[in-house]
Every structure is written in structure tokens, then in C-alpha cells.
């Protein structure tokens, strides 16, 4: 079972940059689909990015196309997302999670799908 830990949040001014950090331990991390969410208060969780297991695929939500991109380094089981160009809509906390896949191409989007989660990190975005 997968254990994982967000870092990097933090708060930042509108046109900012920040790079969010999700560290898994437990398991074995090339094994697992990952993804980023993120719950704004008085809001549901959101789907921001999701990557494959060997990396070769991303998806995005639209909101962040072109401005926030997912990564992973399956050596030093971390998964990342670099943030730039940030607005105050960005606000939220922000999850990541694992979901185990056979596939080593397929990216989940749903988070139903996803059976481990972070605590969450919280990104503060001023105007």
C-alpha cells in the first residue's frame, strides 16, 4: 500500500510560479497511475493532471492547459507538478493519487478511480 505526502504549497502572487512535490512511499511506485486534484473552498475536488505510469502520457484539465504540467520520476518516486503563470482561481488545496494499473499508458482522470491519497497541500494564490 502506497503512502503519499505533498509539498511545495505555499502562497504566491497572481503571475507566480510554484512547483508541488508528491512523495510516495510503501510500494512501488512505477506501478501506479498518478494524478493531481484540487478542492477550493465551498467547491467539489477537481481533476487538474493525471500521467501514465511510465510518463509517456499526461492529460490536463482544461483550466490549466498550457500553464501547469505533471511529471514523474519513478526513480525517486515522486510525482510533480510545475505551476506557472497562477491566478487567484488556482486557490485550493491541492491532492495527488495513485491508482494501480496494469497498463503502463493510461491516465485516470476520475477521482473515484484513484484508491490512495495525499493530506493535501495548500496553494494561495493574491491579486
Known amino acids: 500500500q502506497v503512502q503519499l505526502v505533498e509539498s511545495g504549497g505555499g502562497l504566491v502572487q497572481a503571475g507566480g510560479s510554484l512547483r508541488l512535490s508528491c512523495a510516495a512511499s510503501?510500494?512501488?511506485?512505477?506501478?501506479?497511475?498518478m494524478g493531481w486534484f484540487r478542492q477550493a473552498p465551498g467547491k467539489e475536488r477537481e481533476f487538474v493532471a493525471a500521467?501514465?505510469?511510465?510518463?509517456?502520457?499526461?492529460y490536463y484539465a482544461d483550466s490549466v492547459k498550457g500553464r501547469f504540467t505533471i511529471s514523474r520520476d519513478n526513480a525517486k518516486n515522486t510525482l510533480y507538478l510545475q505551476m506557472n503563470s497562477l491566478n487567484p482561481e488556482d486557490t485550493a488545496v491541492y491532492f495527488c493519487?495513485?491508482?494501480?494499473?496494469?497498463?503502463?499508458?493510461?491516465?485516470?482522470?476520475?477521482?473515484?478511480?484513484?484508491?490512495?491519497w495525499g493530506q493535501g497541500t495548500q496553494v494561495t494564490v493574491s491579486s
Open positions: 510503501g510500494g512501488t511506485f512505477s506501478i501506479y497511475a
Open positions: 500521467i501514465s505510469r511510465n510518463g509517456a502520457r499526461t
Open positions: 493519487a495513485a491508482d494501480r494499473v496494469s497498463s503502463t499508458v493510461r491516465v485516470i482522470t476520475t477521482s473515484r478511480e484513484y484508491d490512495y
